[in-house]
């Protein structure tokens, strides 16, 4: 049957996603599936937070691109943590400029990744950058779930819309969209609180998508910092993230 392919994205930096690729990724592992995490945001942030900087990579995604001598996948994939395997980049414009030289975006990646039919992973799970990209474009073209983290906070709650114009352009089903979750709610403002219902308002008519929110805390800053994931480093944060997983495996096994 293949692996689970979800993408975490949403236009907007710092909302959250790579702390939310690698909490989930994690936090699936621990339930025992078994977990991919490809880095494919410029600023290598999920492989940071799981504790892995450059001098512990020699391939990364690119070398599956060789034209000429591709990669193996299974020698590109550091193990990050048991049942967690991750594929890092090192260089996602050089992947971008390789990407505008291929004429089937929607193909591209089931080819650089056609080694995952022989792996037995249960989800693989992209941690996207920020912009519109071909890199995106690849991946939304390949996966079947979307989970976007949104920063519950005005500008991030009204560009909200921004992925179903982006999917609509890609020609893309709002369907992949599977789960949002809620980030960094302060319940002691009234402002994160008004923004948190104007999200529920949204999505009123689909209130299945929305998650619970995960609170702004700064363990959750700390974790990463320390290449650490929550499950590793604080247990109320760790709770929090438990929740929205127990929706992702509801909605997405
Ligand atoms: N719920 C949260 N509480 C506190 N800090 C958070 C929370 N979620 C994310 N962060 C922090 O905010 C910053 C941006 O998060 P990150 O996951 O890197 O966002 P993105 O990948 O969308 O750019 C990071 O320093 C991260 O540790
Ligand atoms: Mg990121």
Redesign the pocket.
Known sequence: MGPKKIAVI?N???????????QLAHGLAKLDFNVLLIDL?G?N??SL?LGFTEKDYENTFFDLMDPRYPAKLSECIINARENLDLLPNDNIEKINSELHRNSRIDIIMEEILSDLEDMDYDFVMF?CG?QRTKVNDAVLCYIDHIIM?VQVESASVRAVGNIYEYLDELRLSSDLITLIIP???DARTNESKANLELLKDIFSDEPDILTEP????????E???AGKTVFEYDEE?AD?FFKVLKRVVEKIV
């Open positions: 949403n907007k930096g710092g909302v959250g996603k790579s702390t939310t690729s690698v945001d600023q942030d999920s937070f941690d920020p983290p980030n960094m709610f995960i609170n702004r805390r700064v363990k959750i800053t974790a990463g910092r944060a929090q």
